[in-house]
């Protein structure tokens, strides 16, 4: 199955790019826009679900910097990632 | 004293490491797939892009062969010394506290900065006095210190006030585990070792380092202050 990471900054952390991305938005003229934060996506094909959050703890994010939350992806309609 | 100095693929600082290290002992370039250390006393883990950084900095280099020879190293008590994506890879592979975020400017940060030395009782600073001043380049991305646990006997050095190029946590430059024998830092002090690139401050650290050679095991360094 496809397995989706997302993977966001910790709550706490200065993240000058989602501060970044936030000043930039209202410049372009979108207004109400607050608490951006850029984290990374993650997808991958694995045999067992259950193990991502272990991939996570170990390589995939860094949990003393990062949150990361596992769910299973949408399959595409060729039964691969669309590339 | 030997030093052994890693290379990985995308280090980029092991060639200038290597000299710093050859001004104050016996150093020789040691390759990310080896498992032996070839009896270095030291290890220094030098500044670059290993494997590209991809993920983050120093995510994957922490899993290389190398590493796990220089873990166990280090779990004896060896001193081994990560400079700038070195720090990176130390932190990753846990072995120092904390991690390496992103520059609070976002920005490629490359200038000369002081750093003070805030512990000289480490195998890394013993040829320094608490409170010197170092001159030493910095030259990053990804190098704003952070680390909710670390303690002040941890903390090696610290940017002078005003200088912190990051927004590293208490303006932290350099810090090491609690039993000091491992040490890492955002400044290059393997391109300060010479007056004629502006200072030779940085000579200091591998002088500490040769310094600290166990009893016996060889003639001592005379030091160079």
Request: net charge negative.
């Amino acid at each position: 199955m496809r397995a989706r990471v997302l993977i966001r900054p910790k709550e706490g952390i200065l993240d000058p790019q989602g501060q970044a991305v936030e000043q930039a938005l209202p410049a372009l003229g979108f207004s109400g826009v607050r608490n951006v934060h850029v984290g990374r996506l993650i997808e991958l094909e694995v045999d067992d679900l259950s193990q991502v959050p272990q991939m996570c703890e170990r390589l995939l994010a860094n949990p003393l910097i990062e949150d990361y939350e596992v769910m299973e992806a949408p399959r595409h309609a060729d039964g691969g990632a669309k590339r | 004293m030997k030093f052994g100095v890693i290379r990985f693929p995308g280090s980029c600082d092991e060639v200038d490491a290597l000299l710093a290290c050859r001004r104050f002992g016996d150093a020789e370039l040691l390759w990310h797939k080896d498992r032996d250390l070839r009896g270095a006393d030291a290890v220094v883990i030098p500044g670059g892009f290993s494997y590209g950084d991809y993920l983050r900095a120093g995510a994957i280099a922490r899993f290389s062969p190398v590493m796990e020879t220089v873990t166990r190293f280090a779990a004896d008590g060896g001193p081994v010394l990560g400079i700038c994506n070195g720090f990176q890879v130390l932190c990753e592979a846990g072995l120092l506290p904390g991690a390496l975020l992103p520059n609070r400017s976002l920005r490629f940060v490359c200038r000369q900065v002081d750093v003070v030395v805030e512990n000289a009782d480490t195998p890394f600073t013993r040829a320094c006095e608490e409170g010197d001043r170092l001159s030493v380049p910095v030259k990053h991305t990804t190098g704003r210190y952070h680390s909710p646990g670390v303690s002040e006997e941890e903390v090696v050095l610290r940017y002078a006030p005003g200088q912190n190029p990051n927004g590293s946590q208490d303006d932290i430059a350099g810090v090491c585990n609690a039993e000091r024998n491992v040490m890492g830092l955002m400044p290059h002090p393997e391109h300060a070792v010479d007056p004629l690139t502006g200072s030779a401050d940085g000579g200091r650290l591998f002088q500490s380092l040769a310094l600290a050679q166990p009893a016996g095991a060889g003639p001592a360094v005379a030091p160079v202050r």
